[in-house]
């Protein structure tokens, strides 16, 4: 196999992977959806596997020795899906809007301020909803005889707070009303500047019994992929970026659990653990229950309906005895993959920004891409800049490359000869080919080792430009205002095929003719292709092939100025 030959089995298997990948997920079957409530009237029950398994239980006791496990709430019904009966409960602060609901108390709105629509950049994104197309919320509760589930009804101070100028946090109190034997205050404290919120029960044992309870904190949510709202590159361009639960323990390390494997009752690899934090993951955002400390936690993810799951956590209370209170804390982050400040959340919850396989390169890619966007202020200069540094980085290797691309150039004259001379006659032409590469002391494969490293490079360069959020609604220059959004005039998928095939013309030309051909067509594949990836890739392919352009256009002449003083030297 000549050096065209395998570049161009490299390229087109890189591309055929991903454009596969693009046509599973485009023609993949649509996942059932919850089927739409009609206002006013309460949500129809979405079957679960058996009665009360939306209500988490523990599987092994976390209390102390003892202790006897908490049961699950009598009576729980079988559904997922708790319908808003109760009142809402706003909450504004400086980065987003979330609403509450008295019937469970828990999360079924956040809208981000900061971060906008992928379809309407003048609109708020909402992250998380009730909606029937993108079911997502959030379900806490108490486990314990009369102690409050997510079923549970609250009576709320108020129905609206908001973080005013100066203030540094505001606090939800939501007072359990349906609770025997004790007193529950369900407490939510948000804070200036952050997506974090920290979720708290006050227990007061009010009977004369001891009580061991246990917390869960659970996310509901369908197993549809998020909406073009929030990850409009994964809809246009049908790139299979993870969207499901995540786990994360000092022991197993950072673990997706796909909704596929829930609906085959997989549990997380380590379920009892005493550091870890547990997840749900999509394109750009991440929302998760994190855990402090040391004490103990079990992890568990489930079907409890029609494509209906939960991922959540279960922590001890501990032991309350008569007359005396207990609190247990949870933080809850919902908000971006902003990858420097999941770092300081939460040990390895910057895993979350999903590079691929290929996590080692990516990350250091992405903190040089993002030290030159501190320096030059725009990410479309800074994609610039890194493809450049890159470049000069492999310019040894492509310089390798280069001049055994234009030896064999120079010799296609030669070439030429040995084909008119043997004609169809494959073998004889193979041994004098091979005949003239060792006269001329030239590699025909030389130029294969250079590209083949360089490949895993480009390849973690293509999920630091498709992951990274900081690059959504970042804008260029001129008609490029989005570099997650493909190119809207088609400009750089345009310049690219051009430039493409420029680069086609200064390499060797392939001997067979269908192989020519093919060559020759690949710019116009290529630059369809690119019409419906975002800028920022098709930005780094293009300032590369006109970097590979300069570099080989100044080889190919410096090696033909040598074969040209060469042969007149021999007269």
Known sequence: MDIQRLIAFVVFSFSALLLWDAWQKHNAPKAPQPAAAVPGAPAAPVPAPAAGTATPAPSVPLAPPGAAPAPAAPGAPATAIVPATGQPVVVKTDLFEVELNTAGGDIRR??????????DRTKPLKLMAPDPAQYFVTQTGLLGEGLPTHRANYAAEQGAYALAPGQDQVEVRLTATDVSGAEVVK?????RGTYEILVSYEVKNAGDKPLAPFAYFQFLRDGNQPSQEAAQTSAIAGVATYTGPAVYTEESKFVKVDFKDIDKG??????????????LVQHYFVSAWLPKGAGEREFFTNKVGDNLFTAGVIVPVGQVAPGASATVAMPLYIGPQETDKLAKIAPGLELVVDYGWLYILAAPLFWVLKFIHGVVGNWGWAIILLTILIKLVFYPLNHKAGRSMAAMRVLGPKMEKLKQLYGDDRQKLNQAMMELYRTEKINPLGGCLPILVQIPVFIALYWVLLASIELRHAPWLGWIQDLSAPDPWYILPVVYAVSMFVQTKLNPQPADPVQAKVMLAMPIVFSIFFFFFPSGLVLYWVVQNLLSIAQQWHINRTLEAEAAAKAKGKR
């Open 110 to 119: 956040v809208t981000l301020y900061k971060v906008f629509s992928a379809l």
């Open 187 to 191: 407490k939510l404290t948000f804070r």
């Open 266 to 279: 997989k549990q997380p690899p380590v379920k009892k653990a005493k550091d870890g934090w547990i997840g």
